[in-house]
């Protein structure tokens, strides 16, 4: 008897049609591949916001436990409704709840992280049913009362659970195909990505890509787990997640991204003195402002620098009044949004040179002008205008082959 | 401090105003009053009843534990809810579900009975907490799954909960104002009754007043919990349900009730013998059927006899059909239903006479044929013909002098 893990989000279980259809895929994997498994589902597409709604007719603040309370109820609906499925269907099956299992939380109401998952009942219900459904994206706390994981949160419950019964793999069906090079929208040639390291996905879901919660990934980074991201629409090898050392191809450039999430902030005329950023960047986390990309000038005369940032657009008002309101000198500031962040990603880029090169080389060639620059091993972002995304995105994309 | 269980029900938290609404009344126990309270409540009205339909589209199987794990997400939605809300109006409060105080029960899921309560962790959040919010109608059940009560179960829950903490009252607030001497949409001068038994109130129930569900009823007489039914619009004194030695004014009627789910089924020239009887009833009740009202007849020659008994509307056609295929011996059937069973009620009745003559009087006067009489300790019912609904409630209700 092999035990898998399987995790269908929102979409997968939007609705009865749907549901019908994860029911053939593990009717499948019980009756054909004799497979055990333990089913972890999201709530069913749109309840999680309604539910959210709901909480903040009454109240804005969402630590306040029962927040966690009313959340929990999607998954536990909809973990409910596909194990009553199954049994209808005679493959013996039961719903399993985060406190049930238990599901071992900090007490981090509406964002809590998983300490620990005793897997002894689910090995134990597993002689007696062929399939758990597990509510994901829940947890209980050491208090005995229900937490809730934040966005994304089945993903990482469907990892953990993988890893708490000592399996190498789990995977996560979706309403696509797998991870692709790039937005299939935007970049007509974009190819599906047969194997990706979890590196790689880390910085395509930070830069924008939401296939998989960056949570779920650094816990399968964390403990060597295999993640199959796969169509619950289409039986077919979807995209696989693995650690470096077992992607045989090492692409140069894996994927490219774009977010239009940035607004660009430059402060000029700043006395160049040491601990000056640190002022800077000090005053925006105080007001939980996020920067991203960062670039700093010297001017000529060697007195004065200049330094531009990006920050979430919807910071960008506040983050602008808090530096003119604070006492950090400097002589104007201007924010400009309309921008946009493409980004190449790739564990290649490590041993290979040249490829910053040629992505300046391709964007100058489209006549992109390079507002903002920022890099990291495995990834390189430029900041350009919004309106030249479409043609940068399908540029870099044939630039570096992806379209194979 | 006093502890005191409050029970609203569907319609008083049936959306934010309502919500708002019961907040005040809880406000106004604990800042005046000084109480510490627990509030159990039901789902918003309207909510149980979706989510059976969401059950009932996979399957029609109730007993699948499934179905409890689906329905006891609308009470802990709603608990959340209001404890949110009152959190909000710094009134110190959290939800509390049915497992996690625990409310044990046995394990028939969709109808389970309360097997006991254990009160200690109300007791220690009662020092933390002014307002703990109960999930109403679920418990867990010895194999740690979420059970439901039932129909009415939240009442259940309320009575159930007092008893756990030792006290001697409830209050179950609804949207009506009291338990009245008959259907004020029918009787004008129906009024509200200021006490009641709780025998009273199980005949009124179990004949189609739904004000208390029955088995809530039956577990404060058990206990001897006195329940006031109040409403959550109106500030002002409900109904006391009590013991009978507590009820002062001992009226020979204390409510007229009326029902129109009853069909009338005859059996003519039956053998007299011996055994008749049970062989008829226990064929319907093995197709699971419930019979009231029951009369039998001997004919003049002692030969045969006839019997007329009441089943409910929807089982009328299964009856005629299972008794018409079975062996039992009868010369002919014949069933009818548009009627009409008036019931009065009243502990007093055992006391006096010339109730029964004064209400058969009554209904003659208003020229209204009497088909079957039943009657019990406290209740005398009769099937009359449900045109004559209206002058036969009114009639009794003036004859009885319940108008005061």
């Given at each position: 008897m092999a035990i898998q893990v399987m995790k269908f989000g929102g979409t997968s279980v939007a609705n009865l049609i749907r549901i019908k259809n994860i029911a053939k895929i593990i009717e499948s994997e019980v009756k054909i591949n004799k497979n055990k498994l333990v089913v972890v589902v999201s709530a069913m597409s749109g309840v999680t916001n309604r539910l959210i709604e709901d909480y903040k007719k009454v109240?804005?603040?969402?630590?306040?436990?029962e927040y966690d309370v009313i959340l929990s109820t999607g998954e536990q609906h909809s973990a409910a409704i596909i194990s009553t499925l199954l049994n209808e269907r005679k493959i013996e099956s039961r719903s399993i709840l985060g406190w049930q299992i238990p599901i071992n939380t900090d007490s981090?109401?509406?964002?809590a992280r998983i300490l620990?998952?005793?897997s002894d009942l689910i090995k134990t219900l597993l002689k007696k049913y062929k399939v758990l459904v597990v509510a994901g994206f829940q947890g209980i706390s050491k208090d005995d009362r229900i937490t809730t994981l934040g966005r994304g949160g089945s993903d990482t419950s469907a990892v953990a659970i993988a890893y708490s019964l000592g399996l190498k793999s789990c995977q996560i069906y979706t309403d696509v195909d797998g991870i692709f090079t790039s937005d299939p929208r935007i970049v007509k040639n974009a190819t599906k990505i047969n194997s990706i390291t979890y590196e790689e996905i880390l910085e395509l879901a930070s830069l924008g890509?939401?296939?998989?919660?960056p949570r779920s990934v650094e816990l399968a980074m964390k403990y060597g787990i295999k993640i199959h991201v796969r169509s619950s629409f289409k039986r077919k090898t979807g995209t696989m997640v693995v650690k470096e050392e077992n992607k045989i191809e090492k692409e140069v450039v894996t994927g490219i991204t774009s977010s239009e999430n940035e607004s660009k902030i430059t402060l000029k005329g700043i006395p160049d003195k040491p601990g000056i950023a640190a002022k800077i960047f000090g005053t925006l986390a105080k007001i939980n402002i996020n920067v991203d990309m960062i670039v700093q000038n010297i001017t000529d005369d060697g007195k004065f620098a200049s330094l531009t940032f990006t920050v979430p657009i919807e910071d960008e008002k506040r983050a602008v009044k808090e530096l003119k309101m604070s006492k950090i000198k400097f002589k104007n500031i201007d924010s400009k949004n309309s921008l946009c962040k493409i980004s190449i990603v790739g564990v290649g880029m490590k041993s290979n040179v040249g490829v910053a090169k040629k992505m300046f080389e391709t964007l100058a060639l489209k006549n992109i002008n390079i507002q903002v620059i920022s890099t990291s091993e495995i990834k390189i972002s430029v900041l350009i205008d919004l309106k030249k995304k479409k043609i940068a995105l399908n540029a870099l994309h044939n630039a570096y082959g992806l379209q194979i």
């Open positions: 109240r804005q603040k969402i630590t306040d436990p981090n109401y509406s964002k620990e998952i005793n890509s939401k296939v998989l919660h």
